[in-house]
């Protein structure tokens, strides 16, 4: 006998009762423990149509939404087609939430902004009318964007997605990019994406891997295990013998969104794959930089994550 609740009824809870839709618990129950969010909850739990990853016609992969963090990070088929997003899954928090960690849940996860996440201080985030880390204490906070929040965007998996030109898939609408859950970081004071509170991400289509494409994402943080990023790249690129022909290049930890990167793109694009050439190519972030006074250091920090994710990258894989 199916028992798996129907999708439709799902979001109809959450248009009736109000509260919040909830995958793996690793963020809504911490917020729930803080007192920043009461409730009521509609556990997404017992869907199990939105787990695992299936093989699309023509080489490309659907993740289900409630897909964990810790079967991407080892699954054989990410792995070998999407190593980026395999590294970003296994790099992210802890063992024990990469177990109950969903792609979904990483996708639409809310900031860390400590001021948000203090439930005694009002900020745009919660409804209120301005942002306290903007004059407060904010060097955790973005270098690039202009817009009213200057939290950071949380989700690593995101950043590996845009990378992938992956699309995300919702109940009930056509699919979107990855990108087009965020839009423009400047629309993102009042959430972290655009979804409404009812509308469910059910999948994430990937395109099939480039012949011979290379990938790698690295992590700029202040301590060894189970922190939040500062910065963080991913890479992928394909090479015609040391010929960069193809790049895709994100990062985050910087912006309101994650952030794809096409000016480091066109740098790469057409040109050999030397250590001059990458460390240029880096360096064209710096163009999108408008640091705030505590985030200038971040400046220097994403240039160089960038050229780490990508010397990553064009590094021959070892002989077994």
């Given at each position: 006998m199916?028992t798996e ?5 799902l ?15 690793t ?8 007192g920043?969010?009461?409730?009521p ?12 990853c ?11 939404a ?9 699954d054989?088929r ?12 296994g790099?992210a928090?802890t ?8 792609l ?9 902004c400590?001021y ?25 906070g973005?270098?690039s ?11 690593t998996l995101?950043m ?36 409404a509170p ?5 999948a ?6 480039l ?6 994402c690295?992590?700029?943080?202040s ?43 066109a740098a790469?694009?057409?040109r050999?794959?030397?250590p ?6 880096a ?21 160089d ?8 990258a ?7």
């Amino acid at each position: 006998m199916n028992t798996e609740p129907a999708l439709t009824d799902l979001s109809a809870a959450v248009q009736a009762r109000g509260g919040e839709l909830r995958a793996g618990g690793t963020d809504t129950t911490a917020r729930q423990r803080s007192g920043l969010s009461p409730g009521p909850f509609t556990d997404l739990d017992g869907a199990d149509s939105l787990r695992g990853c299936t093989p699309l016609p023509g080489g490309g992969l659907r993740v289900g939404a409630l897909t964990t963090l810790a079967t991407l990070a080892t699954d054989p088929r990410v792995r070998a087609g999407w190593p980026a997003l395999a590294a970003a899954a296994g790099s992210a928090a802890t063992p024990q939430i990469r177990a109950a960690g969903t792609l979904g849940g990483n996708l639409l996860q809310r900031n860390r902004c400590w001021y948000y996440r203090n439930p005694h201080v009002s900020c745009f985030q919660k409804g209120g009318t301005g942002c306290p880390a903007r004059e407060g204490d904010h060097h955790f906070g973005v270098v690039s964007g202009d817009g009213p929040c200057v939290a950071p965007h949380p989700s690593t998996l995101a950043m590996a997605l845009l990378t992938y030109d992956a699309e995300a898939e919702v109940h009930g609408e056509s699919p979107r990019t990855v990108a087009d859950l965020y839009g423009d970081g400047d629309r993102l004071f009042r959430a972290d994406h655009l979804l409404a509170p009812d509308r469910i991400l059910t999948a994430v289509r990937l395109p099939a891997p480039l012949p011979g494409e290379r990938a790698a994402c690295h992590r700029t943080i202040s301590r060894a295990h189970a922190e939040w990023p500062l910065v963080e790249a991913t890479a992928r690129l394909a090479l015609d013998g040391a010929t960069i022909t193809h790049a895709a290049v994100a990062a985050g930890g910087v912006a309101r969104v994650p952030l794809r990167l096409p000016e480091v793109e066109a740098a790469l694009i057409g040109r050999e794959a030397t250590p001059a050439t990458l460390a240029a190519a880096a360096a064209t972030v710096l163009t999108r930089c408008r640091p705030l006074p505590q985030t200038a250091y971040k400046a220097t920090l994403f240039r160089d994550t960038v050229l780490e994710a990508l010397e990553l990258a064009t590094t021959p894989p070892a002989a077994d």
